[in-house]
């Protein structure tokens, strides 16, 4: 009977690596190395040598630090090739340090582009920042949307409808506002963003019942959600909102922090803001705490990963499961309220627009763990507010203006690069997307 | 009914039931009539939803009916107006059944879109007759399809970048680059200078999909196309080595690999296919409906897919009634709206809600005292989580 016993499956990794002869931190190392060269042959020697500047406070005279954009680009390349080859040949001899270079070699793209882009420009220099702040902001929606995945698939509930939790929250929330308080700020505000949590909640538990009791396909009770999000919200905007004559008005108010926003530099940028910004940073920091410091959170993570074994110890698979897609629902709900109520006061169709699906987007690059979400969501913030930024420059080459569509689509093609590259394969919760039968 | 409640069933109801139940066998109308009640109850709380703003739900839905099926121009227009949905959820469909979750139907279709739309206007393209032309155009828009659904392939089977991101980002990469392509006026890369609105030059008459019927929109060979493209895709999938490959990999491809199948090539070849059939819905839209490309026809195409193939239970086959459900009630929305001053968005209020029910089957089950489902009838491959 011995000689039936099957050999070990082979692992992911093992098929993933095979057709390759080098492996995934020398893959990336070569793109590393051919992202330098071109940084150096091509790059440099096309962009003016006029000083420029990276600003830390609002000009006049800001405290700044000047260079000179060739050769900060061939600085940068001269890392690049360095690291690549590091990657390449001294795998072995330098172990984790790789993976540390290879991150700082990413963050070493941001300069990168920026004295790329200033290089091309009349402008002698931009506001970074500013440019950090913007992102910060920008975030905030895919930070809070992938807390709402991050707490529903660490239970054991694929949510693919926080598109649809946000939306709904933003729609209902500002229906609210516009009907009890004509959009006119005041208490009816707090109310609506009150509502708004409420609501994402609500679609959070139709998840929960169609996931858990009716054990629908959770990819479906998703879609569901998304749908019926979009078509609930565009027919109570033509319906109720439109109607009620108050279609836009008062957003939260921006305030600063105390002591904090008196920090000289970024303290008054990075400090001052409105309050569901500073929302994401508490939401984040409650996740992770609760997911990875209490006992409560270690029930969740054991429902998402083997939620048999955890019914053998005592806990109520079903009831963690329902409470931790309420909860993420209920921040799906305050990245509603961030959009219609925040960002601006107003609402319209389809205004979230993929976010939802962006953060997570996040969650997965941050391989469902809330830093590592946390992180994905500041990337695409960056992104896009690198984005408007350097449209804002306008960069051309030899009188060809780059489109901003070409700056659009760059943080969509860095995720790519940097999922297919550095990141690779993540692994989800165990359990995750299966029905869930207790046993008797 | 059932005799649960204690009242015993008269000699008569048992035959109806028994003569029912032979129906529902030889017939397997178990699959048919869930859809077939969701659609019921998905229409009623619709219609509570129009009653609570104050409008009478008949009259609604009267007006939804007519601008359906109202004259033979509307049920032409509604037809017409499906056949995209069959090819994006065909896309989609195909996918699933591997195990991938490509939620980027959008941007393959505009990829597949814009190709077939540069080819069209080629000179060659225009000398060529219609029984090439067309042809050529259609593996154009596939190739384009299929290039823009084979890049996320090759990243998910050589590096293992999850396919949900990559799509997303290629969605949006897509939606940009083609935007501008159409959209520039310096320098000129596709767009039609004479048009006010950014859209492509039209495309040569040769390569023209021949029209049916002259309705709104119009009804062309795309139809056709697409049917075909359902049955061949349901041969691939269910009698071929090919499609019993792509079902090991989507339903275990740690079985499939022990089998012997190349994983890696089934999850790019699926991805290639998958964007293909986008890619033919767009060409069909392109050189069928339009005569031009423009980026705004596929905008939500994509996402529309993704609930039409999971409504169809990724079956080729009953992917064609599921479209043209969904596409002939969008197609009657405008009128409803303009007679009956109910919102558009009601038809997306009742379409999640027949997702919702199909997908729940068991409230449908339970309100219509339906017997319960066999086991394994719900979900199939695509049940798995994210496509591990």
Known sequence: MADLTLPPPPLDEATATRSFSLNR??????????????????????????????????????????????????????????????????????????????????????????ATALGRSGSPGTNVINLLDEALVLATPYALGSMTGLWSERSGIINIGIEGMMLAAAGVGYMTYAVTGSAQGGGWLWFSILIAILVGGALALLLAVLAIEFQVNQIVAGVV??????????????????????????????????????????????????????????????????????????????????PHAAETLGINVITTRYLSVLVGGFIAGLAGAWFSMEQTAKFEDNMTSGAGFIALAAMIFGKWTPWGAFGGALLFGFSRALQSRLQFLDVDVNGFSIPSEFWQSLPFLVTIVVVAGALGRSIPPASEGQAYRPSK | MNGVDGVKPSAGDRYFRRLWEGIEQSFRLQSVLVPLYALVMAVVVGGILISIVGINPFKAYWWLLRGMFGDGDRIAGSIARSVPFIGSALALAFAFRAGLFNIGAEGQLLAGGVTAAWVGTWGITNDLPAVLAIPLVMIAGMLGGGFWGGVPGVLRAKTGAHEVISTIMLNSVALFYIRWMVNSRDPVVLRDLSSTVPRTEAIADSAELPEFVDSQPNLHLGLLIMILACVVLWVVMNRTTFGFEVRTVGTNPHAASYAGIGVDRIIILSMVISGAMAGLAATSEVAGTNGFFQPGTFAAMGFDGIAIALLARANPLAIIPAALLWGSMLNGAPLMQQEADVSIDIVRIIQAMVLLFVAADAIVRFVFRLKSAQPGSLGGPAATGWGK
């Open chain 1, 225 to 306: 959600i998304n749908i019926f999000a979009l078509g609930l919200t565009g027919f109570l905007r033509s319906q109720v909102i439109v109607e009620s004559g108050a279609s836009s008005g008062q957003s939260t108010k921006e305030f600063g922090l105390p002591l904090l926003s008196d920090i000289p530099l970024f303290g008054k940028e990075f400090f001052t803001g409105r309050p569901l910004y500073f929302c994401m940073y508490l939401v984040v920091f409650l996740t992770w705490l609760v997911m990875f410091r209490t006992a409560w959170g270690l029930r969740v993570r054991a429902c998402g990963e083997n």
């Open chain 1, 25 to 114: 931190g020398q893959g990336t190392g070569i793109f590393l190395g051919v992202l330098g060269l071109l940084a150096i042959v091509g790059i440099a020697p096309n962009i003016t040598g006029d000083t420029r500047a990276f600003w830390f406070e609002a000009p006049p005279d800001p405290v700044k630090i000047s260079f000179d954009p060739p050769t900060l680009v061939i600085a940068i390349g001269v890392i690049y090739l360095l690291v690549g080859a590091a990657s390449v040949f001294l795998q072995d001899r330098l172990g984790p340090w790789i993976t540390r270079l290879q991150v700082f070699a990413a963050a070493l793209f941001i300069p990168l582009i920026l």
